[in-house]
């Protein structure tokens, strides 16, 4: 058990599995036994082992950590065992109901179902480079195919490397025909990037001449190592100058204690994309990014977070310029292994509607390195699912459909009184108060919008002489057609010197928080309205008046008011209304609505009322 030990804390799985079973089949058992033998079946991705191990376990212990549940649900899912994996994440979720990865899978219950509706959507072929050895981790550059092989397996003083027990991965590439996706012969690169030790997942920048690349802690002949004398892996970068890879050096981040690997370039190349156990790490490994400055130098590396990294395993991230990552992970419900994701980088960063790419992509073993031209929806992943050459293999797609689920949202615009439809109605559809598109109703009174399966929507139809109308509709999650009619009501009344236009129109009050004179977004929300009004009437003029309810003393609840009236006429003229059609004063506490001034109690609703801006038209 000590030398077994040894050789599994030093990642030397194979010779631990021999070890260790030689150890059980004289019929010791023992918890860190079986942990340790499934451990080493599963890290290696060979999971008929580690279903025979981590049973064992279970056997022995019904109830271990977290960790072993996981992995023997993932392992058996692997294996077609899936009733039973269920079992397995069930008893799960019920036991560590914190856990991100059982909050997921509680979430989505019927996540097999969502990966069904997310098939059907690729042509898949092997990519012709593959070997009886690990092929994967695929980049396209300047007409040659990237990847990384264990094929070389040199003369005999070749080494194999213990976690595998397969050689160690070099950088090859291949001519590639960007038409009919053909390869030819395979060629290892021969520079300093390719050493003794694992290279794999390499990057070029547009102009060719940066390259990042994954490699064992290894640069000039020497070998870092962490605490326990363990050689780990980091990214590298190297220059081309005079046709020659020069500079081979570890990124500044990186560092012997943790590991980085798998780098991947935004579109505009500011960012990289990476995934690390570094410290700060919330499973066994997450994705990070890191800025690249204009001068070549970097930021501070930036987790991701939990929108998209989980306790699980998070990997081989891949940015297009469509805002979306692809990325690889064990921590998300999928089909058992690596399953490859799709997430929405939002503009603060933080990633969104995460979803399965189906079963085309996905099997029970592990799949990942997934890349795709945005353009042509081709692409490359790799997988040690059944049916391969090697290991790992390498295969090419063509994504057919696309997975974003939109459905068509439609309706026709009528008079609400006597159903004449109402052609060139101005309809808008905001999500969260943003504008997100417009049109114009045809002669038939119909307007139509692309919208998402799932997402709610605000859709506002405006024409002179009637009443704006603003409806909510939910869009149902699976592609289709969604039907809103909008009646508008005949306005009832007419603009005239003197009106207010919030209740002329049906425009609320413009709120602000308390104390604060900034802009709330749903204050933005109503001002376009009245934006609207006055470009629809260009010599209208308006004197804006805003009140503050009776909190604080009166001096400042007038200037407080005062700023508000200065902000509301600052976003105006910001949006192109000419400065002297615009008048403004502030009245403070001088005209509250209801009861609630000085020394009467009244909760924050009532208190709210008085916090208002009013419209006044001045001159038409």
């Known amino acids: 058990m000590k030398s077994g030990d040894k050789k599994y804390d030093g990642y030397a799985y194979i010779d631990a ?10 019929g010791y058992k023992s918890e860190d036994l079986f942990k340790r033998l499934g451990n080493s079946y599963y890290f290696n991705s060979e999971f008929e082992g580690a279903v025979k191990w981590y049973g064992e376990l279970f056997a022995l212990n019904a109830s271990p950590e977290a960790e072993y549940y996981y992995r023997y649900a ?37 996540y097999l179902d969502d990966i069904r509706a997310n098939s059907g959507r690729y042509k898949i072929e092997d990519a012709g480079i593959n070997s009886k050895y690990s092929d994967y981790g695929s980049f396209v550059y300047d007409n040659k195919i990237y990847f990384a092989s264990a094929r070389d397996t040199g003369n005999f ?14 950088i090859y590439n291949a001519d590639l025909d960007a038409q009919s ?13 390719n050493s003794r030790f694992h290279e794999s997942s390499s990057v070029f920048t547009k102009d060719g001449k940066t390259v990042y690349f994954t490699r064992n802690n290894y640069v000039d002949g020497k070998k870092g190592k962490d605490a326990g004398k363990i050689t780990l892996v980091r990214i590298y970068q190297a220059r081309l100058e005079n046709g020659k890879w020069i500079k081979v050096t570890a990124l500044p981040f990186t560092s012997d204690n943790y590991s980085t690997a798998h780098p991947s370039l935004s579109p505009d190349e500011k960012t990289l994309y990476f995934a690390s156990d570094m410290p700060g790490t919330f499973g066994q490994s997450d994705i990070y990014k890191v800025s690249i400055n204009g001068n070549g130098s970097f930021g501070t590396p930036v987790n991701l977070g939990k929108g998209i990294n989980t306790e699980g395993k998070e990997t081989f991230p891949y940015a297009t310029s469509e805002n979306e990552i692809y990325f690889a992970s064990d921590g998300y419900p999928g089909l058992g292994g690596l399953d490859v994701f799709v997430g929405q980088i939002e503009d603060n960063g933080t990633i969104s509607g ?8 996905n099997s029970p073993k592990d799949d990942f390195a997934y890349i795709i031209d945005p353009v042509s929806r ?13 290991s790992d293999d390498i295969y090419k797609f063509l994504e057919t459909r696309r997975l974003k689920c939109l459905q068509e949202l439609y309706g026709a615009i009528t008079d609400s009184e006597n159903g004449a439809v109402l052609p060139e109605t101005k309809v808008t559809l905001y999500e969260n108060q943003k504008i997100i598109n417009s049109t114009v109703s045809n002669t038939s009174g119909q307007y139509s919008f692309s919208a998402e399966c799932g997402k709610t929507y605000t859709v506002r139809a405006e024409k002179p002489d009637y009443a704006t109308k603003e409806l909510n509709i939910t869009i149902g999650k699976a592609a289709g057609k969604t039907n809103l009619p909008i009646a508008l009501d005949k306005s009832l009344c007419k603009v005239a010197v003197g009106d207010d236009l919030g209740k002329c129109f049906g425009i609320k009050m413009i709120y602000f928080d308390l104390d604060k004179s900034d802009i709330r977004s749903d204050a933005l929300f109503d001002l376009e309205k009245i934006l609207d009004v006055l470009n629809q009437h260009p010599t209208m003029k308006l004197d804006i008046r805003s009140h503050t309810d009776s909190r604080a003393t009166g ?28 008048t403004g004063k502030g009245y403070g506490e001088t005209q509250l609505v ?8 009244c909760g924050e609703e009532e208190h709210q009322k008085n916090r208002r801006s009013q419209f006044i038209v001045t001159a038409l």
């Open 181 to 193: 996706g053909s390869t030819s012969k395979v060629n290892k690169i021969k520079s300093e990037i």
């Open 378 to 390: 081709k692409g490359y992943f790799s997988s040690n699912k059944e049916g391969g050459q090697g």
């Open 157 to 170: 003083s070749q080494r194999k490397h213990k976690w595998t027990g397969e050689y160690f991965t070099n």
């Open 354 to 361: 995460i979803r399965n790419l189906g079963n085309d992509i």
């Open 555 to 582: 001096s400042y609840n007038y200037s407080l008011s005062d700023r508000r009236v200065k902000s509301t006429i600052n976003w105006l003229i910001k949006n192109g209304v000419d400065k002297n059609r615009l």
């Open 594 to 601: 209801n009861k609630c001034a000085d020394g009467v109690i």
């Open 17 to 26: 599995i021999k070890t260790y079973e030689r150890v059980a089949d004289k």
């Open 74 to 110: 993932q392992s058996l899912k692997a294996e077609g065992q899936v009733d039973k994996a269920t079992i397995i994440m069930n008893e799960f979720s019920a036991r560590y109901k914190n856990d991100s990865r059982a909050e997921r899978y509680n979430d989505d219950a019927h």
